[in-house]
């Protein structure tokens, strides 16, 4: 039995794909500008030597741990280990449920403890 004919590829990652097809996206980081997907910008995909507006200055490094601001897992507190315990992208110094992700750090009653991990 012949092989069916695939539909042609899509030429674009904003393209549904055709049935039979899949695409597959690897996102390594953070939307840092809070518009569009991650890694883009209000003028489509940004590459790591253009920033957003309120991203630091490229090799900035407010908190002076050595660890460039855009790479730091906490940049505004020195914490050279960079640890993330719960994986979620906000280093545990900085992390208000360091234990559990919550990459959102969503915190409803401002008592400092993220609501992921907050008993009230």
Do not use: F, W
């Amino acid at each position: 039995m012949p092989k069916a004919a695939l539909p042609p590829a899509p030429t674009s990652l904003t393209a549904t794909p055709a049935p039979g097809h899949l695409i597959y996206v690897l996102i390594a980081g953070r939307n840092t500008c809070a518009i569009g997907t991650v890694g883009a910008g209000a003028g489509g995909p940004r590459g790591q030597e253009q920033s957003c507006s309120g991203d630091p200055p490229p090799g900035s490094d407010v908190d002076a741990d050595n660890i460039p601001d855009l790479a730091d897992t906490c940049a505004t507190v020195a914490n050279t280990l960079q640890l993330d315990t719960d994986r979620d992208y906000v280093g545990d110094s900085c992390d208000n449920c360091p234990e559990v992700a919550n990459a959102s750090q969503a915190d409803a009653d401002h008592d400092g403890i993220g609501d992921a991990c907050d008993p009230d």
